[in-house]
């Protein structure tokens, strides 16, 4: 069992920076692959990135790549989303997620924990 608790939304700026995180308890974080997704007003949920247990491969949605860094601390439980240059569509709640395998294709679907979210606004 995993619980995710997500912190470091807020209002921000068209072309700010916002960090996220992730903490998360139990003793096996380590063992999870990680991922962050969105959810904007009236829109399905979306992938934005993910990052495997060991912390040497990551994944992006287009959209994000390049602007925003996922990266994770397993001695203290915490999974990141450095997010730079951040645009107007950015604005949704950001969920962290937890999952025991990826496929290819990263989707909702393989992540069996998650976390309650944080409101991410950015003003134009």
């Known amino acids: 069992q995993v619980q995710l608790v997500e912190s470091g939304g807020g209002l921000v700026q068209a072309g700010g920076s916002l960090r996220l995180s992730c903490a998360a308890s139990?003793?096996?974080?380590?063992?999870?692959?990680m991922g962050w997704f969105r959810q904007a007003s009236g829109k399905e949920r979306e992938f934005v990135a993910a990052i495997r247990w060991s912390g040497d491969s990551t994944h992006y949605t287009d959209s994000v790549r390049g602007r925003f860094t996922i990266s994770r601390d397993n001695a203290k439980n915490t999974v990141y989303l450095q997010m730079n240059s951040l645009k107007p569509e950015d604005t949704a709640v950001y969920y962290c997620?937890?999952?025991?395998?990826?496929?290819?294709?990263?989707?909702?679907?393989?992540?069996?924990?998650w976390g309650q979210g944080t409101q991410v606004t950015v003003s134009s």
């Open positions: 139990g003793r096996t974080f380590s063992r999870y692959h």
């Open positions: 997620a937890a999952a025991q395998s990826l496929g290819v294709a990263i989707v909702g679907s393989m992540f069996a924990y």
